[in-house]
């Protein structure tokens, strides 16, 4: 009898748990349905309130049909998918406009100052040129980084002095590089052996890299000469730049007041105020001295750096032959007012004979003439 009664609740329990799980599952059913049928009604009324022609007639928001059991999800996704960023590319994409550089900084973060400059290593151009690889054809350079102010034409004239230049490219296309110039080499060489003529090599010089590019400044080195410290910035200033102001052969003082020799910068409408360099200098001296006067005499003065900045290191050599000092070259210095204008830039003649571009320079080889017959003496 016991067992009888108590298969009897068992089956009492049973019921009444299937019970419960029946009334479990039939509202989460509804409530269920119940956030399905509101999360179609925001999208429902969205869309309808786009269309201005739209019907305000009841919405069906859902559908369970036994012919498309998915329909109501099916138009839900269609009608969201204007809501969705499209992933199509436009027919006319055109890429990003690339980012400007900044300017270049007035001061070059790389500089590292004082430098060791000594001439007894073995220095080869291909050695220089490995040293070197962001340097392109023609010795040219510009920085990746930045935007620089001035494009710079360096020009050196030149006869015989093939190992002095390739001392000159080993250290000043670091030095150069580092100071954030956007610059050119130009080798102007002098061809034949008649008199050396240092000032109407620098005229040529000037002319030639202004057919190569568009420069706004110019520097004016000889081969020998070596900075000794790279904050010695090659670029043009307000003034006239004399850059070699203080060589190790002058104990490394300014020889006198005047002195405008070694490395001096010019920027192009400076250049062109004072008609460029004499052309009658042939020889040794003088030169410097009347592109000094020019440059007074136009209502300029000369900019100098620091003397502990303006260091240089002259590569030691013997004179050059056909290159003797100018014995008429303190007569031509007191005549600078009266000659400048009818002799510089205004009045250069030369013949170009041949343009080669190497990897770290331009070489332009020219003849530029004959000294005039000296007067007889007596």
């Not at 429902?44 to 009841?58: D, K, M, Q, V």
């Not at 027919?91 to 900084?105: D, E, F, I, M, V």
């Not at 100052?113 to 040293?131: K, P």
């Not at 410097?288 to 209502?299: A, C, E, P």
Request: proline letters at 8%.
């Amino acid at each position: 009898m016991s067992r009888l009664m108590l298969g009897r609740t068992l089956e009492r329990i049973c019921k009444a748990v299937l019970l419960l799980c029946l009334v479990h599952f039939l509202i989460m059913m509804i409530l269920y349905f119940d956030v399905y049928s509101q999360r179609f009604d925001i999208f429902s009324r969205f869309n309808n309130g786009r269309g201005a022609n739209s019907s305000r007639g009841p919405h069906h928001y859902y559908n369970f049909s036994s012919g498309r059991p998915n329909t109501t999800f099916a138009n839900y996704l269609a009608t969201a998918d204007h809501l969705l960023p499209s992933t199509k590319p436009e027919a006319n994409h055109t890429p990003p406009t690339p980012k400007p550089l900044p300017p270049c900084p007035e001061v070059p973060p790389g500089l590292v100052g004082r430098l060791l400059i000594e001439f007894s290593s073995l220095i080869t151009l291909e050695r220089v040129q490995r040293e070197n690889p962001n340097v392109t054809e023609g010795g040219k350079y510009t920085p990746p980084d930045c935007r620089p102010k001035q494009k710079v034409a360096i020009i050196i004239p030149f006869r015989h002095r093939d190992n002095h230049l390739k001392y000159w490219l080993h250290y000043l296309h670091p030095v150069l590089r580092r100071q954030k110039i956007d610059y050119g080499i130009y080798i102007i060489n002098q061809l034949g052996e008649d008199t050396f003529n240092r000032a109407k090599l620098l005229n040529v010089g000037y002319t030639e890299a202004l057919k190569d590019a568009e420069y706004d400044c110019f520097i004016f080195s000889d081969v020998d000469l070596i900075p000794m410290d790279d904050r010695n910035l090659y670029h043009c200033y307000d003034q006239p730049r004399h850059f070699a102001i203080a060589m190790d052969k002058f104990g490394f003082r300014l020889p006198y007041a005047g002195y405008f020799g070694g490395v001096s910068g010019l920027s192009k409408k400076q250049f062109l105020k004072i008609n460029g360099f004499p052309n009658e200098y042939w020889g040794w001296g003088g030169e410097d001295d009347d592109i000094y006067n020019r440059i007074t005499l136009n209502g300029m003065k000369v900019s100098r750096p620091d003397v502990r900045i303006g260091r240089y290191r002259m590569i030691k050599h013997e004179r050059d032959k056909h290159n003797e000092p100018n014995p008429q070259r303190f007569s031509k210095i007191q005549n600078t007012k009266n000659t400048m204008r009818k002799d510089g830039i205004s009045s250069l003649m030369y013949r170009v004979v041949s343009v080669k571009k190497y990897p770290l320079y331009t070489n332009i080889s020219v003849e530029i003439g004959k000294p005039p017959p000296r007067p007889l003496k007596g």
